[in-house]
Every structure is written in C-alpha cells, then in structure tokens.
C-alpha cells in the first residue's frame, strides 16, 4: 500500500516497544489465562495510572467483544444499555449487545454526545410511561469518549451524566476505544483518574492506541461483578495465552507510554486541521481528537483518493462527500507533510 | 519460572519465524478485518494445503470462541450439537455454546472419543422417541481431533461417523486445536485433507501448535453458510487488525512450518514415553499424541512439582495422582532430558 | 367494577359461544399439544378462510410469545426484523424479541405505519454503508394491521411493502392482533386473503377479538420453516391442552363468527365518533378502527374518569390529555350510549 | 374417543367449578395482566394455603415455560441449573433453558429423584476441578415432585437438599407441575408448608391438576427477584387477560379444592395398583402418585391398545413393553373399573 495511510487508527501492527516486549518475553514458559506475572504486573500499573490501585483489571482483546462482556456482565437479563443512536453498539457491532439478549434503547445523539438534558428526559419519559413494566428496564448509561465522531465530554458534562445513573439506578460505562486520543486533546479536561471516579467500568483501548491487540477493562470497585473471569471465559474473550495481552499493556502504562502516544497522534491531528484552515478547506464539523471529518468536492476526490487511504464518512451534498482522516501512534511527520501539500 | 515447562503447550508465545513476520511487517499500513493481502494469502495456503483451494476460510482468535462462532453459525436455533461427555464444549467452555442458545447434547466416551456405534445407537433412540419434537434437534456432531485424552480417531472412524452424519443430517465439525500434533503422530492415518474432505467444517489450531493465537476455520465448501463474517462480528470474534491472524497463518504455512511443529513436538512425546517405559513407570493409558498421563505417587509428586510445571489431571487412588504433561513446538531437547532424568 | 369499560379490548372474558364450546366439549378426552381432531379441524377452517388450504397454521397464546416465535422462527441467527419505532415489539414487549438474539431495528413511523418511501429508503442507505457487514442484517418487515395508532395500511401500500421486501429478500410479517377490527373497517380494503397472499406469515388475533386467549399464525406455504413445532416448545409457547386454543379457534371460524365480531366493534366505535364530531370535541387524529384517540380537558378528566374506564395515551398540551378509548365484541350498545351521554 | 383416557393427566379441560366460575365472570370487564382483584384474591389464597402470606405469587400458563422464566429469573447470566439426567428440563423443553443462555447440569437419577450424597459429590467434584472458573457456575438446583418417574422426595432429603443448596449458595425450585397428586399420595409426609419452607421458588401445577391452563409460581420471600413481572412479559409468558389464570387458581384455592383433587386422582390410582398385584401382574417400578407404569406383553398390548389411551415409556425387553397409565381429577369410577377388568 502505498496511499498515505489516514484511513484509520488501525492500520499498522503494534509501537516498536511492544514489539521488543513480545519478543524478549517469547520463549519464557508462564502460566494461562493472564495469571502469569507479567500480566498481574500489567493490572498493578493500570489500576495505579487509574488511581484506583484496588480496582479490577481485565485484558480483553477487542472492541465490539469488550462491549458485549461488559454489558453483558453488568446487566440483569431483563435489563437493557442507553446508547446514543450513532453509538459503536447500536450501529456497527452486527448485534452483539442483542446476541446477548439486551436491547440497546437509542437517544438522539449531538455529534456523538448524549446530552445530559436528553437522557434525563428520555428517562423520566421512559418511568412515567403506563407501560413502564412491560418495557426493558434501563440499567447502564453506555457513552465513548471520544465518540465515534471524535468528540469529547467535558468533565461537567461526564459529572452530570454520573448524577442522572445515579438517580436512574443505572452503571456508567465508558468505552475507551481511543482513549489516548481524548485525554492528549489540549480541550480535554477529563483526566483517566476522572474517569476511574465517575464511571462504573471502563475500557482503555490498545488496539486502536498503540497495542497490537487489546483493551484493559477497569471496574473500579474491586469484587463489584462476580465471576466476571467465567463471564469472560463464556463470551470467547479468555485469551489461552493471556500473557500477549499482558506484556502489551505493561509495556503501554511503563513511563507512560500510553499518554506519550496519544500526544504524538493528536499533534498530527492538529497540524493537519490547522493546514485544512489555512487552504480555506471546510471541516463537517471540527472534532478535536484524532479524526477529522474533511467535506471534499467529488471531482478531486478521485486523484486524492488514488493518493491518500481515508475512510468514507456520507456524502455531504450532490457534489461533496465528507471522508474521515485519522493519525495514529503510527502516522509519521513526513506522511502529515505530504497529506498537508494535498489538501 | 525455573520449572521445566510441561504443564500445557500454550505456555510460550510464538514460533520465531511467526515473530519475525510480525516485525517485519508492523509498520506497513494496510486495510483491517482480514481484507489485507497479506491475510488474503494465507486464506489461499490453509486451502491449498488442505485440498481444496476454493474452501472459505476465516481466521479467529481462540479455541472457545472458535467453538461458539462455529457452532452458532451452522446450527439453526432450535438445534443442538452432539458432543462426547468429556468434550471440551460440554465441559470446559463456561456455557458459550449455551449462551449461543443451543444445547450440548452428550453421549459417553471412550477415551475422549466417540465411538461410531454409540453415536449411531445415540441417534437411533432419539428419533425413536415418542417426544421427538418435543427434544432438541441433533444439527450437528463435534469431534476433536486429538481428544482432550490426546486419543486419535482412525480415517475409518471418521469415514463411518461422516455415514452418520449423513444419514442423520448432521454438519460434522472438527476441533482441530492441536491438529499439529494428530497430524505428526506415527500412528495416525487420517491427513488434513481426509479431514478437509470428511468433514463440514474443523479448524486447524494456531494458539497450541505455534502461533501467538489464532485459529483456522475452514469451510470446505465455499458459500456453505451466508454472512458468516457478520456472524463473527456479532460473536465479538473479528479483529480490527486481522492480519495478525493472516500473518501469522500465512507463515505457519510457508514451507510446511505447521507440520514441521508437529514433528517435533510428538518426537519430543515419544522419547518421555519410551523413558516411562524404559523406567518401569505407568500412565493412565497411552495417548499417542503430545499429550502424557502419567500416574505418580503423591509423595513423589512434591519434589516432582517443585522442578516440573504440569497439569493435574484426576485423582488415581488414595495414594496416586494422574499429571497431564504436554509437550509443544517449544519443548527443548535439553528439557526433555531433564524430564527424562527426574522420572 | 362500574365503570364504563372503554379502556381496552380485552377487558372481558370471551364471546359466549366459546365459553359454550369449551364447556360442551370439558370432560372429553383428546390427544395433547394440539394433535386432537378439534384443533385439526380448526386448522382447517382457519386456512380455508385465508384462501391457503395448505397453510401451516399453529395456534399460540398471545401476542408477545407469538411475535417472539415466529420472528425467532424466521430470522437466522445474524439478522434482525424492521418495525416502525412505535411498534409493539420494538417498545411494549420488553425486550422478547432481544432475548431471542435479534435486534429490532427501527424505522420512522407515520401515525404507527411504515411508509414505503420510508422502509426503501432506509433499506438502500443502509446496503450502501461502507459497514454493512458489520450491521445487522434485516431479515424481516414486521407491521401490525390496524397498528398501535388503530391506522390501517391500504392494499396498495401492502403491494409496496411486498415488493420491497422482494427486492431486499425479506420475510414480511403482519402482527393481526386486531385484526378482526381492521377487516371490518368501512374504508378497509384489504381482505384475509390479501394478506395471506402478500405476507409469509401472519397471525390472526383472537386474544383482543372474542376468545379468551389464543393467536392463529399462518404460514401460506406449507414446510416453509422446518421444525416450527420444536421452536415453539423452545419458546415456551406449546400447550399440553392445545384443544383449548383449538376449540376458541374453531368457533370464531365457524359461520363467519370472527368477522361479525369485527362489525359489531367497528359500529360501536363509528357510533362514538360521530358523536364526537357532533359535539364538537376532538381527536388527536382520526383511527378509522376500534380505537379512539380522544383530546380531553385535564379538568374534565378528573370527573369523566369516575365514570368511565379509559387507557391514557399521552399528555395533548398544558391542560389536555389524549386518551384512548377502545370498543371491543364485548361493547354493549347501552355502555356505548353511556359513553355518548358523558361526551 | 373411545378408548379409555389413561394417556396423561392433561387430556380433558378443567374441573367443573373452574368452567363455572369463567362463565360467571366472563362479561366483567377488568384490568389487565393480573392486576385485577379476582386474581389479587387468588394470590391471597395460594399464598396462605402455603404458609406465607407475604409470599410473591405469579400465574404462568404452562410448564415449560414457567421453568425457562422462573430458572432465567433466578440466574445470573453465567450460571446453569442443576437437574436429574432425566429432569424434564434437560430433555424434554426442546431447550427451553438453553435458549435462555444457561446450561442444565445433570446429575445421575434414581427413578427420576437425585439423592442428595449425589448432588453433594457432584459440587464437590465441581468445586475442587482445577478448571472451576471455566465452567458453568451452579446456581440452582431444580427438582419435581412428583418426578418424571412419579416417585417423591421424603421430608427428610428435600431437608438434605436444602441444607447443600446453602452450603453451595444455590437457589433451590420445585417443579410441581402434578404437585396435587404428591400432596395426596398415602406415603408422602411433605406438605405444600414444607415446599414453602424450605425452597426458594416452586410452582403449584394446575394444567395437570384441574385448570384448564395455568401454574401459580411461589416466591416465599417477597421481593425475592426484582422485575419478575418484566422478565414474564419478555419471555411471553404475560397474559393480557391474565384474570383466565387468577379464575382458575381463585377456585382451585378455594374449599380446598385443589387439595380434594389430588386425592380423588390418587384413589383411582391406588385401585388401579391394587389390581396389578391382584392379578399378578408388574409394574417396572412402584411409583407411588397418579402414575403407574405397567409391563406388558407385546402380544398383549395389540389388543389392550385398542381399548385404553395409554403413553408408550420405553421397551422392557424383546417381548414386553412399559406403558405409563395416568389418573387425573377427571379419572371415573366407571374408567377404573373398566381398566381394571381389561388387566
């Protein structure tokens, strides 16, 4: 392949360090199922990154996999997961959540966002109906930060949230696929030890951040879903060889590496919007993390796509399309550089 | 971990040529879910070496989710799959073909096997039954080869439950986790391509035969089951980074790598069984493959456990223990002989 | 309760000529789960009825379990059922079709129906998506006649949807749980036997239409969903005493009793609107079925619901309500002028 | 038919006194879904009749489906139920519990009861496998009484019973889909106080004992499973006019009458038993309820098939048969004594 690769945060293997990590740890002989040492060491840094050094860490290996286990996990069966309608699990998971027998109830969505206004509506809604026992019970707030559209929560906004579960009765996931890329936006004011305080569980995405596989799912109050490894085990999410996911994030959460990567990619990001200014080139809308939503007119779209791997986004008019453009851990300078002289 | 290494064979990490793919290859930008090319040639060279290069084939990641995604995919929902008692499906994967929605429905072993006359007898009553509709309907049989006793089914065994199967209906599946090692063993008769052509679909293990993880699901026949991709999805079994799984697949079958592991894996099992023998020592019963059940005083088996990491298998009597030790693609020649030297 | 009994269609027991039925034929002993000659015969009636003499028709219980079963009997395992998002199982069956594995997915409702500019709209967006194998697959179109809203669907807009979902290789299904009401109705112009010619399957509602429980599916083409017996039972949803349905059943399909039911609704519920025009009050919008959406003064309720026995739909405005009042075969003509008189 | 009715105990509608009260109540219009006082007044009797007035009772219509709701209400996701080898649930729902996600555990039978050094082994061996976090977690055990063989617990094991439940924190059901013909069997020293007292949810059978459909689940411990009532509406076990099952059990608790009839049906039984031995003949088991299971000639079974509606139980040997003859409430006097002069 040889486009400029901004298709996607996926498109290369794993950061050198994890690389090296994997390869000096191949031939020791440990234990299965991430009871070796290296992944216990692996859970110690995360939860202390976290500030909640107590808290359960468990290695899953994707996204849409992560999701449903921890839904699944934390749910009653008779209970179902708030999304905002363009969330990852409502659209784009082929109906893992409802695999699992739990409906996904939609609220409209502001760019990605649940609004705090419109979930206590649509909840106070939902308890004042007649019927309100012969529909599914609401029993967890599902948000990602950042969104599929790459925008952020604020603190306020993610306290505001934590109130309404609190009266609603709900758990508060947050699906961190791109988390590095949330917390290294110069906006951003949500720490991951924010994180850790207001949610219930969530996940800190590596493959997406700089792992070749992998996500560390963090409940913070310790011994809070019971046999969750066997909920693990059941959902096809317990990796044999645990210890690839566990070598992973130790390396990811060793000198901060995590944080580091997130910097370098949002860096690119921000050169790349600031080029997209200057031209006079349109954004959709500006997201502020690692994904930029570019409106491009269908004629030069052909060259610039023989050019530069993107992803689709929708069309935007009969004569303009929007593609989605992210930097990575991976994107280097000299590939920012030539995307900037093609815009 | 200075113990000698026989407690399972998924306790390393890679074979170093699988390693040295994945290096080499981390920094290339290319498309995700397995649509690289890469992946796409490793797709062609499972087929190829399994005879039939037009078969689907489809990378996932672990044995249990393998299982479920499998077994999910060819099953109607009011079907079940017929498994031995001992089977790891019935046993030791916490429900997931349950949480699927279809039942595991057991007959006896012998050995980890299902004998063709008990299966075909096993049928026989079912549809014999006066409640017949009332039951779940056999879809499918499950077999692994070799058996969680590292046991073999012979080509005539295979030939004759494939009979059944067709006279009952039933897809025929093979677990093929430590294929490697049936493969390698002197007094197997049945090669991947029997298996290829016997059998409706199987898959051909990475995680315990050399690969970092990852297994092979082969369908000899292509388009045999619609949308299995979005099945796998909804599974949570597909990566965003597929080619790591082709990677990896596309070097174990470059140049035979797979059976090669396989070769020296059994040849390593045999010389601790001669060494058994050779000492007047006993197992269980003798399993031909990489797999050792070996009967141990239990007063020996404190010292012994505190140079050798093995599996405890079962009780034998007041004063006896069974080990499971299990030789892999790993397994050093100076290992083995320190084994050798303790029994 | 005194109260004028306006507040659903199932507020009574069942037409006296089934309580007759079940009382004649009590102490007779017949064969279980609908095997006995009764529910034979009532198979037949219902069939013949529908203009589809080889129909398969299984009587089921009620609405929830019937929906539930046919959509789980349908679907494969990856795919889900279109309803409009006001429709019965995407909102009031708490999650039932979810438990079975299947996402409803959602399409904007105009007063309860699915336009078909609408469903073909959404059906191309979504073929088109870049994602659309990480999507759901739809499956099905399921609609209700009348729909919650007492809206009817036109024989053209039947013909549409058909052909929509012939394009699009879907399953239409057709939830009739009122559908004698909808029959009966003067501006109706669609026929049992349209819908059985138009739909793969459908149920006739008996529930909400003079028995005491009860709901024919009918599937036009014999053997088209293989072991629907045994999905049923896996649903829970198999009577031991299947005569009981089949007795109700074979009533209403006797002399047409079913669809003087329907009449006898409809007139009673025409009666009532026109006295609403008449006296000026209004409805929210105008159902032509057995249902009436009523606008009443918050102030007024407080006394009219003394008197009279309604469902509350939703709130109008500041200081109105919108009520729902509902005729059934059980309506008597001095309940109806009751009613008029409080107007 | 004119065979005498022997098959099974659900061949005829309801005692007389339930086909009087729905025709007396039957053009009362009341609330739905059990929210009416008839049915208010039933669960007052049930609740009393077992000694907890506080008691949550539910009415559900049938037995299958009371087991996959009540089984699924219980259950964390991740756990199974533990049941006889030959347990109703484990054969014969067509996977009712399996469809819900969870596993039926079995445990050998004798004559359809599992002794409770059994059950206690069996956890046990659970507890103490290497593997006991990949595995199905027991979660409750379910028994019947009567079992599927007729036969019943003592006191004194459903005590044993007990007190491993607590030992191993399982929730313990009672099937007593015939529990009228366990309560009125001479030998039976269990009362419907001691099912109260020592499990945590059973259910009181009416489709075989009396009522037309309908099973009244018992929770002693009020608000034992929070959201029991949406968990029925999503597994369609919800009735609309749920006031059919609180008419049935209102009346079946009413007198004790549900009581009269397990001795009426026992009566017959116990005559039917005494004539066996009389005229020398054999029954493959004694089985001390409503159900009687007789060896007969093959020869003899031609023409004695010709005469009595019985249901086939399994072949004896190359020239006997075991049939299972069944008395109910509805079993005459004169039917008994034809029976009995044709053995």
Redesign the interface.
Known sequence: ?S?L?F??D?????H?NI?RA??E?????????GTDEITCEARRKVAKACGCPDADVFFL?????????VI??FL???E?VIAADTGHIA??????I???????LTVPHTLGKIEPDVLRSYLADHAAD??Y?????PGMLYISQPTEFGTLYSLKELQKLRSICDDYHLSFYLDGARLAYALSTPSNDVTIRDIARLCDVFYIGG??CGA??GEAVVIPQKGRI??F???I?????????G??LGIQFDTLFTDDLYFHLGDYAIKAADEIRAAIDKKGRRQQFVAPTNQIFLIIDNEELKTFGEKV?Y??WEKYDETHTVLRLATSW?TTPENVQKLIDLL
């Open positions: 392949m486009k690769p298709a996607s996926y498109m290369e293997g794993a050198p690389i994997l390869t740890t191949n031939l020791m002989g440990t234990a299965g199922y290996i994707g996204g849409t996999q992560t999701n449903a286990t699944d996990g009653q069966g008779y179902g659209l784009h998971e082929a109906g893992a409802e695999f699992g027998g739990h409906k996904v007649g019927n026992d012969h529909m599914v019970i493959t997406k070749m596989i019971p046999h490894f066997t909920t085990k059941q959902h096809g999410a317990l990796l044999a060889k210890r690839i791997a992803s689709f991976a």
